[in-house]
Nanobody, 116 residues
Framework: VQLQASGGGLVQAGGSLRLSCTASGAIFRINVMGWYRQAPGKERDLVASVTSGGTTNYADSVKDRFTISRDNAKNTVYLQMNNLKPEDTAVYHC???????????WGQGTLVTVSS
């Protein structure tokens, strides 16, 4: 599975960005796609995820601000980020988890910078 992410950039606090990630290669019907982020000097943490059935999960810090969605026909996951805060600054990594074999795949990461 290969993951191609896009949509990062520089935005002022209160602004919005939309990340996209498309999976290609050996696609499995049952999977979880999501976004993790890693700020300098910190661990990589889950931001949001969505199953192939549409069940979503969010980190408490982004609830009510971020929305994750997916288009199964396009094997693409989106992360709409609104009301961005400086603490959202991080490299955002797309993730693809396959229930069938327990494997986890990562995209190349896209930088989101929120200025105050």
């Amino acid at each position: 599975v290969q993951l191609q992410a896009s949509g990062g950039g520089l935005v002022q606090a209160g602004g919005s960005l939309r990340l996209s990630c498309t999976a290609s290669g050996a696609i499995f019907r049952i999977n979880v796609m999501g976004w993790y982020r890693q700020a300098p000097g910190k661990e990589r943490d889950l931001v949001a995820s969505v199953t192939s059935g549409g069940t979503t999960n969010y980190a408490d810090s982004v609830k009510d601000r971020f929305t994750i969605s997916r288009d199964n026909a396009k094997n693409t996951v989106y992360l709409q980020m609104n009301n961005l805060k400086p603490e959202d600054t991080a490299v955002y990594h797309c993730n693809y988890y396959v229930h069938r074999n327990g494997k986890r795949y990562w995209g190349q990461g896209t930088l989101v910078t929120v200025s105050s």
